[in-house]
């Protein structure tokens, strides 16, 4: 027995999220993605922080990192799927006085936001310009001493980099005693 069928093979669409991207608090970004011309349908996933996610190139404002997938289908029911991390940087709250004074409270100056921000480089001078303390990353917070002993009460000059495509942050923090 012969049996002869037609078999219709089609192009499955070609997918590409598009590169990681990185969102600032309070910002969107494009995401983008490329998908081959037979691609007619798109879904992206998890919907939070999408504008749409029917579009090949949503605006992504997510308030947590988060991994996109976005999935494509021909008008034949054929699929096409990638992935795209996109990295949440929260706005960073930099303290301008604190008090190390050992009663366990505000004795260190903490930067809320900033030990998200891989690579970070944290400089504080005093009035003459004399480099006091330098962190790269965060795993420290400055404590108001310079090579082990309490530095005056005073004003103090900072130096942020935050990198990953941030502008550097300067400004001044009082230690109160």
Known sequence: DTVKAVIE????PKVDAGPDKVVLEGTSITLDATASAVATKFLWSPA?????T????????????????LTAETEKGCIGTDQVFVRYLPKLVIPNTFTPNGDGYNDVWEI?????YVGCVI????TTGSLLFRSTGYGQPWDGTYRGQQVPAGTY???ID???SRPKLAGYVTILR
């Not at 939070?48 to 749409?52: D, S, V, Y």
């Not at 809320?112 to 998200?116: A, D, F, H, M, Y």
């Not at 400089?123 to 005093?126: H, I, L």
């Open 112 to 116: 809320k936001g900033l030990n998200v």
């Open 157 to 159: 000059y900072y130096v």
């Open 9 to 12: 093979v089609t192009e499955s």
């Open 162 to 164: 935050p990198k990953n």
């Open 48 to 52: 939070e922080g999408l504008n749409r």
């Open 123 to 126: 400089e504080v001078y005093n």
């Open 54 to 69: 029917d579009l090949l190139k949503p605006q992504a404002s997510p308030g947590r990192d988060i991994l996109y997938t």
